[in-house]
């Protein structure tokens, strides 16, 4: 699993309310990323940090915010959830060798906006 | 942005039959990733393959850059192989295709 752990594993919330997703890992990689993966979409990239205080922004970032204070933590915080935000959440990090870029996932987090 | 295509969305076969998946890109890409989503949700990287082709075990895959499209064998399949297959590629970001729904029956 490439030493990536998300927390909670699982939420319910309800609309209106901040939520703070957790992805953390052990082996020092330089480049993290939240993903959304809802029926019929696939994965899609919401935010992605290639270094400690510098992120940028993805496909489906409006409404989400991230931070990354250490190596190891990837913070997604949702302002004020709403109900379009129920989705399942993953974190992935890439192992960059030589020009190969793999990504590898963390188990998810399924959020539930009420 | 660069589309991602996989066929057929959904699969079901008995254990013991060959499959093939596809991914169609409409770009060229510098990175081409297979994913199988076991029914617990976990995402399991099967194959790194930009071009050219790699095996493992029962599973092999084929990437034919100039022609853009990718190929993901599964022979003699079991139950275990159930899940759904994600094609993945990059040219400056990673984009996901919608999967493949793969069943495997006793």
């Known amino acids: 699993d490439a030493g990536i752990t998300q927390s909670p594993r699982h939420k319910v919330t309800e609309t209106g309310t901040p939520v703070t997703l957790r992805c953390h890992q052990t082996?020092?990689?330089?480049?993290m990323y939240w993903y959304r993966q809802d029926p019929g979409h696939g994965l899609r990239l919401i935010h992605y940090?290639?270094?400690?205080?510098?992120?940028d922004k993805g496909e489906v970032s409006d409404g989400y915010s991230v931070s990354r204070s250490k190596t190891e933590d990837f913070l997604l915080t949702l302002e004020s959830a709403t109900s379009s935000q129920t989705s399942v959440y993953f974190c992935a990090i890439s192992e960059i060798w030589k020009t190969k870029n793999i990504q590898y996932f963390g188990a998810g987090t399924r959020l539930s906006v009420l | 942005g660069i589309q991602v295509e996989q066929s057929p969305p959904d699969l079901i076969l008995q254990e013991g039959a060959n499959s093939t998946l596809r991914c169609n890109f409409s770009?060229?890409?510098?990175?081409l990733q297979w994913f199988h989503q076991n029914p617990w949700g976990q995402l399991i990287n099967l194959f790194y393959?930009?071009?050219g082709t790699k095996q493992n075990g029962r599973l092999s895959a084929t990437t034919v850059a100039t022609e853009r499209y990718s190929l993901l064998y599964i022979s003699s399949s079991q139950t275990t192989d159930s899940g759904v297959y994600f094609c993945a590629v990059e040219s400056d970001k990673l984009i996901f295709g919608t999967g493949t729904r793969l069943q495997v029956f006793p």
């Open positions: 770009d060229s890409v510098n990175n």
């Open positions: 393959i930009p071009s």
């Open positions: 082996e020092n990689h330089r480049y």
């Open positions: 940090s290639y270094g400690v205080k510098d992120t």
